[in-house]
């Protein structure tokens, strides 16, 4: 079975998305097509990165990943495709894939030039599409490109530790469908910085002192129901490694969430203070 899993900034109005599987499926009757998300903020490559992140190893080695977002090949985003623990990563040049990259060394990455090679009309998802099947179908990468030795590295909302080590900075990079918000914090840095020492992450209300092993743990009392502790705040490190800040069972529609409880938007600055 050759899996290609779809992350777009589509959304599922328009027919882009029933498209581009027909694309799929046109090149390779026998793909398997799995869709990740096609709610990525528009151009936004920090969340498709954060997605990608936190979904791609629950598929198995050797899937595709074809990722729409801020694909338009141009001057400045050329297209290339990684290999990366053992799958691989189709998109343009645009700081997605070194956000992955910073993890794990890529086995290989090659810029795409089969564009010439295709109709005059063809699109920038044709070329995706053809790269995806190639791929899914055993192909080589020299075939459908040249190998590239660095990408465009992302330098904006970067995490960084104060010169005297004693706070830890960070952004918000994602808003899911519980309004929880996550930053790029990552349990890794969090562990290596604080080095056993009392914390507080700072917010614009109170502060949090503790991170949790889960979100249940909020109920610390045997006196109370779990119920009693609905909207409370807490943080966790969540099941992709990076610090999430959440309210306790919330409701984003009904009685609000981190997001608009909280004030904490997109890019806000998340800083843990260390004593």
């Not at 918000?172 to 562990?191: A, C, E, P, R």
């Amino acid at each position: 079975m050759s899996i290609i899993t779809l992350t777009t900034d589509y959304g599922l109005k328009d027919h882009f998305v029933g498209s581009l599987k027909g694309k799929i499926l046109s090149e390779y009757p026998d793909a398997s097509i799995v869709d990740i998300s096609h709610y990525i903020d528009p151009f936004n490559t920090v969340e498709a990165s954060y997605i990608l992140g936190a979904s791609y190893s629950s598929f198995p080695k050797g899937t595709v990943h074809l990722i729409g977002v801020d694909m338009e090949f141009n001057k400045e985003n050329q297209h290339i495709v990684m290999q990366w623990n053992d799958h691989y990563f189709i998109a343009a040049d645009n700081g997605i894939l070194s956000i992955l990259s910073q993890k794990i060394v890529p086995q290989k990455i090659v810029t795409i030039n089969i564009h010439d090679r295709l109709q005059n009309d063809a699109t920038d998802i044709d070329v995706f599409v053809k790269v995806a099947c190639h791929i899914a179908k055993g192909g080589l990468l020299n075939v459908i490109g040249k190998e590239l030795k660095s990408i465009k590295q992302v330098t904006d909302l970067q995490s960084v530790v104060a010169d005297d080590g004693n706070s830890l900075k960070g952004y918000v990079i994602y808003i899911d469908h519980f309004g929880n918000v996550v930053t790029n914090i990552s349990k890794k840095q969090f562990l290596e910085v604080a080095k056993g020492r009392p914390y507080e992450i700072v917010l614009k209300t109170k502060n949090i002192k503790t991170i949790l092993p889960n979100y249940s743990a909020i109920a610390s009392s045997d006196k109370y129901p779990i119920k009693y502790y609905e909207g409370e705040k807490l943080a966790i490190f969540n099941e992709a490694g990076f610090l999430e800040i959440a309210i306790f069972r919330s409701n984003p529609s009904k009685v609000g969430s981190a997001n608009s409880l909280l004030g904490l938007n997109y890019r806000d600055a998340i800083t843990i203070k260390f004593v």
